[in-house]
């Protein structure tokens, strides 16, 4: 499925500037601009600035190469995806649509080659002639730009020597068909150096969001709250957003996320936002009046995820925990070939609640890791009518019914949804101000599960 996009207007391709004259080079682009015959005006940035922090290099490279025409936004949309799929096929690569070490090296390799024989330039025209964003549709900061034009901040951290800090600065503007002589736009400024040379350059960066305007965070990497560029993103910014399906150590990285919660940071987390179908059929399997009673009776809650990170599958344990107000008080976890977590929890009766999160091997992995395979609600009390199947496909809801257990279950399928993309998401929570008290309180049930964790 693509993304809808206007046709993109490109008031100033990637300019490479000096750090000092950012702004300077910005209101050139404007001013301009401005003075143009053709009666069109554009709108520059008037709504909030996006700060994307940007540790993989794909999307870089292919523009570098010729392979993507877009901005430099750290934003993977279909454009970049487009792009990724033309370099796949261009060096004879399995085509997938996703970046992965083979084709990072495979673009480290001819960067350094084409600039070593002082072809750059000839295969940045070869790589554009195969590249066809029109096919796959445009990217998510081209949506963001038509509702909202903004200022993107993307740094790109890199590895090596710390050569300081290269900046660019570029614009584009979707046509609006309505108002073709009016274009709303984006400004893009991206940073490249090392994560030594980027801190240094911490109160530079502020300086670049535009005063006034809320300023959304972008981490996409894990929470690190030691790291000077990560504090003084923080602490300037209105909204942190990470996404834990990237975490490398989930449950650590969880735990630095619900502490800066409890220090009053405004944060969100998109792997989060993925959980809503199933949270919604959850909560509206027990909306008829005869099973409303029936949810206190749950007693067995069975959760299968994908296995490698179980975040998904302890956030929404922490939801249904919120809901019903159930404490945990032990916890067991078992690795192997399955990873399973086991937890207990006991309510206000006092009554205990056993829990299984089940982490499965799977051979065809989805986009994101962890995501929700299944999920089983049941009771010890063979009378309460609560016994709820909901999975994301066959085999899930196969694995479930075959769990046993002689209670008749409400089972429903989870489909797959084109708003649980991470471009979607994003998107959406750009259009969100405040934090999201729910997932708020989900958390701190997760937080207190974690601590138990430690001290077992």
Same mark, same amino acid.
């Given at each position: 499925?693509?993304?809808?996009?206007?046709? %993109?207007?490109?008031?100033?391709?990637?300019?490479?500037?000096?750090?000092?004259?950012?702004?300077?080079?910005?209101?050139?682009?404007?001013?301009?601009?401005?003075?143009?015959?053709?009666?069109?005006?554009?709108?520059?940035?008037?709504?909030?600035?996006?700060?994307?922090?940007?540790?993989?290099?794909?999307?870089?490279?292919?523009?570098?190469?010729?392979?993507?025409?877009?901005?430099?936004?750290?934003?993977?949309?279909?454009?970049?995806?487009?792009?990724?799929?033309?370099?796949?096929?261009?060096?004879?690569?399995?085509?997938?649509?996703?970046?992965?070490?083979?084709?990072?090296?495979?673009?480290?390799?001819?960067?350094?080659?084409?600039?070593?024989?002082?072809?750059?330039?000839?295969?940045?025209?070869?790589?554009?002639?195969?590249?066809?964003?029109? %096919?796959?549709?445009?990217?998510?900061?081209?949506?963001?730009?038509?509702?909202?034009?903004?200022?993107?901040?993307?740094?790109?951290?890199?590895?090596?020597?710390?050569?300081?800090?290269?900046?660019?600065?570029?614009?584009?503007?979707?046509?609006?068909?309505?108002?073709?002589?009016?274009?709303?736009?984006?400004?893009?400024?991206?940073?490249?150096?090392?994560?030594?040379?980027?801190?240094?350059?911490?109160?530079?960066?502020?300086?670049?969001?535009?005063?006034?305007?809320?300023?959304?965070?972008?981490?996409?990497?894990?929470?690190?709250?030691?790291?000077?560029?990560?504090?003084?993103?923080?602490?300037?910014?209105?909204?942190?957003?990470?996404?834990?399906?990237?975490?490398?150590?989930?449950?650590?990285?969880?735990?630095?996320?619900?502490?800066?919660?409890?220090?009053?940071?405004?944060?969100?987390?998109?792997?989060?936002?993925?959980?809503?179908?199933?949270?919604?059929?959850?909560?509206?399997?027990?909306?008829?009046?005869?099973?409303?009673?029936?949810?206190?009776?749950?007693?067995?809650?069975?959760?299968?995820?994908?296995?490698?990170?179980?975040?998904?599958?302890?956030?929404?344990?922490?939801?249904?925990?919120?809901?019903?107000?159930?404490?945990?008080?032990?916890?067991?976890?078992?690795?192997?070939?399955?990873?399973?977590?086991?937890?207990?929890?006991?309510?206000?009766?006092?009554?205990?609640?056993?829990?299984?999160?089940?982490?499965?091997?799977?051979?065809?992995?989805?986009?994101?890791?962890?995501?929700?395979?299944?999920?089983?609600?049941?009771?010890?009390?063979?009378?309460?009518?609560?016994?709820?199947?909901?999975?994301?496909?066959?085999?899930?809801?196969?694995?479930?019914?075959?769990?046993?257990?002689?209670?008749?279950?409400?089972?429903?399928?989870?489909?797959?949804?084109?708003?649980?993309?991470?471009?979607?998401?994003?998107?959406?929570?750009?259009?969100?101000?405040?934090?999201?008290?729910?997932?708020?309180?989900?958390?701190?049930?997760?937080?207190?599960?974690?601590?138990?964790?430690?001290?077992?």
């Amino acid at each position: 499925m693509t993304t809808q996009t206007p046709p %993109l207007v490109s008031l100033q391709d990637p300019k490479d500037v000096s750090i000092d004259v950012i702004e300077a080079e910005l209101a050139n682009i404007w001013q301009s601009y401005g003075n143009n015959e053709d009666g069109i005006s554009a709108t520059r940035a008037a709504t909030f600035t996006f700060v994307v922090y940007e540790p993989e290099p794909t999307q870089h490279l292919l523009a570098t190469l010729g392979f993507y025409t877009g901005p430099v936004d750290g934003i993977a949309g279909p454009r970049t995806i487009a792009a990724i799929k033309s370099a796949q096929k261009a060096y004879d690569i399995k085509v997938t649509g996703k970046s992965n070490r083979i084709l990072l090296d495979k673009l480290k390799e001819e960067l350094g080659k084409a600039k070593a024989e002082g072809k750059l330039t000839d295969v940045q025209q070869r790589a554009s002639q195969q590249y066809t964003p029109d %096919l796959e549709g445009t990217g998510i900061a081209d949506t963001i730009a038509s509702a909202n034009p903004c200022r993107i901040i993307t740094l790109c951290p890199t590895v090596g020597e710390d050569n300081g800090v290269k900046a660019q600065v570029s614009a584009y503007c979707p046509v609006n068909k309505r108002s073709q002589d009016t274009l709303i736009c984006c400004e893009y400024i991206t940073l490249h150096g090392s994560a030594e040379a980027l801190e240094r350059i911490g109160g530079i960066i502020s300086d670049l969001t535009i005063n006034g305007l809320s300023t959304f965070i972008w981490w996409k990497a894990e929470p690190d709250p030691e790291y000077g560029l990560f504090k003084r993103l923080v602490s300037h910014g209105d909204t942190l957003i990470v996404d834990s399906s990237i975490f490398s150590n989930p449950e650590e990285d969880l735990s630095r996320t619900i502490q800066m919660l409890a220090d009053d940071v405004s944060l969100a987390d998109l792997n989060w936002s993925r959980l809503g179908a199933w949270q919604e059929l959850t909560a509206a399997a027990f909306d008829p009046p005869e099973r409303r009673d029936a949810v206190q009776e749950i007693d067995r809650v069975t959760i299968d995820y994908e296995k490698g990170n179980p975040s998904q599958a302890l956030m929404f344990l922490g939801w249904i925990a919120g809901r019903l107000q159930w404490r945990p008080v032990d916890y067991e976890c078992v690795s192997g070939e399955y990873d399973i977590r086991r937890i207990q929890f006991v309510n206000g009766e006092n009554k205990s609640i056993n829990a299984e999160l089940t982490g499965v091997p799977l051979t065809d992995w989805g986009e994101v890791l962890g995501d929700l395979i299944s999920l089983k609600l049941s009771s010890t009390n063979l009378e309460a009518d609560c016994c709820t199947v909901l999975c994301s496909g066959t085999t899930g809801c196969m694995r479930m019914e075959a769990s046993g257990g002689a209670q008749a279950c409400r089972i429903e399928q989870v489909t797959s949804l084109a708003d649980q993309k991470t471009d979607q998401l994003l998107s959406k929570q750009l259009q969100r101000w405040g934090q999201d008290i729910l997932y708020k309180e989900s958390v701190e049930i997760v937080d207190q599960i974690l601590k138990l964790a430690n001290q077992s």
